[in-house]
């Protein structure tokens, strides 16, 4: 063995390390909250470890319950789902999951929902000095009545939350935006204000179905949040507007089933990716996108840098 | 679970809209209840894929029968139909499974209770079961006799006996009104009508649920159920992953489905 390949293998053997809002990540992409619950199922069809990072399904205080009906439909290119955030409370998820991510080779993100303001706080209380490696903080869900979206909304709210909570806890805060607003650029703004360290764009665009059968609406909580490759170019013109107006990294998401999607969230300015839905359709996705983006750029001889934020430098 | 890409080497109607689909392939420790999500477009429409239970695996491959009912499971069956019969092998379907829990056998004797699109998970059941040389009998009730499937198949394993709302094959009325005092335990599987009326007599066993489903493999919670146990206690399920069989009477109808 010459010692240039001995080289090889041993740099081949170090982990890459991207930051993202002082968060460390493995590779620039990840499960989106939601879509992979707390990483126990897919761990048993994937190895969990190529992950960039892990971002687990939503916790609140105390367990949620979720709605009542049906909770996913099918729409064109895409799904709807009123799950309503049940989760087991952040708790449960110390005791019985955390452990099992811990033992894993992979950061852990967790996706923070609350009620009230509160709410939000204690949760991210409980995640100090757990291992964790960021919080997302989701102020965009619209599938429960009071707290989630009703926060991402308001540039006054989503400032005063992001605010409490970047004072409570020293982990990075990455903050999940709504999409269902006029102007998402004055959000980002606010919630850059108030401390963020990155922002997760975007969450399910809000949505209907009816069942012409019955008349009705067919999910349980009448609206739902829209997902999959149907909202893939609201998602890269937020993206986009962002990355252009508000220095922060950002985090791509919406709608990405394939590598082409990945690089239009980087060519609209987008550091790092989430992938959701197409999970459901593709249980697999996720493991080889990290190596198809490294082929992609080794046949193009470009790095990631110069593809992020690319279609922005064009015009 | 794992996800397999398999020649599809025999696709025939054996009743109106209904298909019988055999893959070339096998499931490792596939337990009969169990079911796959069925990829039905390359394309990303329609998006999701759509569960199917398995039907029972031989030497031949992993048989499906599956109903068209809407536009995925249309499109896969004009799909398949379109294809010329010497192409079969040619062609490949996407499948994601084995997923979720089958039926856990017990004792040496057995009733099975299906209605319509639910008879074919109980096929493989019935002849885990007959290998295991149990004593079983199959009740299947259909709309009318057209509608009627793999009865002759069951015969190799069970006792049948059939039911049609129209009588037009055995006795006429429901499959329950076939249900004799010694039936326990029970195997059902079938429309939610069928498995709520089980509960009305002094039965145990499972039944399998139906759900609409994202994921199929336990990380949406599009699927959750409430069910109870022993103690009474409520126990939140996801019917893809803890399921879709369910002890008999333990499930907390109407909150969430259709
Ligand atoms: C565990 C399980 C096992 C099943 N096994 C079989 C089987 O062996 N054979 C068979 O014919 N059918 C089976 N079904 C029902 C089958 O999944 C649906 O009929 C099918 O998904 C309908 O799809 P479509 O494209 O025809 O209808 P569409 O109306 O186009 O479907 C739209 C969406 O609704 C969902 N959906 C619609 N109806 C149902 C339903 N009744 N149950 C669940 N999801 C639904 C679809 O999956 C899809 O996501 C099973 C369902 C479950 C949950
Ligand atoms: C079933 C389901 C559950 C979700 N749950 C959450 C959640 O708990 N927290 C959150 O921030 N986003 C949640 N989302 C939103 C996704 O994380 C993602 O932002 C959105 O679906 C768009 O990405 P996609 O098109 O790749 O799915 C959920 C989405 C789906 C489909
Ligand atoms: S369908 Fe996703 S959890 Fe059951």
Known sequence: MTDRYFLLVLLSGVKQVIDLGGAKLRNRFMSASGCFGYGKEFAKVMDLNTLGAIVVKGLSLKPWPGNKGVRVAETPAGMLNAIGLENPGVDYFIDHYLPFLKAKDIPIVVNIVGHSLDEYIQVARRLEKTGVEALELNISCPNVKEGGIAFGTSPTKAFSVVKAVREQSTLPLWVKLSPNVTDIVEIACAVKDAGADALTLINTLTGMVIDITTGKPLLGNVTGGLSGPAIRPIAIRMVYQVATKVDLPIIGVGGISSLSDALEFFMAGASAVQVGAALFRDPLLLERLPKELEDYLKQRQLSIEEVIGLARRSV | ?258
Not at chain 2, 117 to 123: D, M, S, T, Y
Not at chain 2, 138 to 163: C, H, M, R, S, W
């Open chain 2, 1 to 258: 679970m794992n996800e397999y890409l398999l020649p599809v080497i025999e696709h025939k109607e054996i009743a109106p809209d209904i298909f019988s689909l055999y893959l070339k392939g096998n499931l490792k420790n596939y337990e009969p209840g169990q079911f796959v999500q069925v990829e039905v477009s390359e394309s990303l429409e329609p998006f999701l894929r759509r569960p199917i239970s398995i039907c029972e695996i031989d030497k031949k491959g992993i048989r499906l029968v599956y109903r068209t009912k809407g536009r995925g499971t249309k499109l896969l069956a004009n799909k398949l139909a379109s294809r010329d019969q010497n192409n079969y092998g040619k062609t490949y379907l996407r499948i994601f499974g084995p997923l979720g829990h089958g039926f856990p056998i017990i004792g040496n004797k057995a009733t099975l209770i299906g209605g319509g699109i639910g008879v074919p998970p109980l096929l493989g059941l019935a002849k885990k079961m007959w290998q295991q040389g149990m004593k079983i009998t199959a009740l299947l009730g259909f709309n009318t006799k057209e509608n009627a499937i793999l009865i002759d198949e069951f015969k190799n394993y069970a006792e049948v006996l059939i039911a049609t709302l129209d009588g037009s094959l055995g006795h006429r009325g429901l499959v329950t009104e076939l249900i004799t005092d010694n039936a326990t335990p029970v195997y059902a599987c079938g429309p939610e009508a069928l498995l709520r009326a089980l509960e009305r007599f002094n039965l145990t066993g499972y039944y399998s649920l139906e759900r609409r489903m994202a994921c199929g493999i336990g990380v949406c919670l599009g699927c959750n159920i409430t069910v109870l146990t022993k103690d009474k206690k409520e126990l939140r399920q996801r019917v893809c992953y803890d399921g879709p069989v369910f002890p008999l009477g333990f499930v907390k109808w109407g909150e969430a489905g259709d």
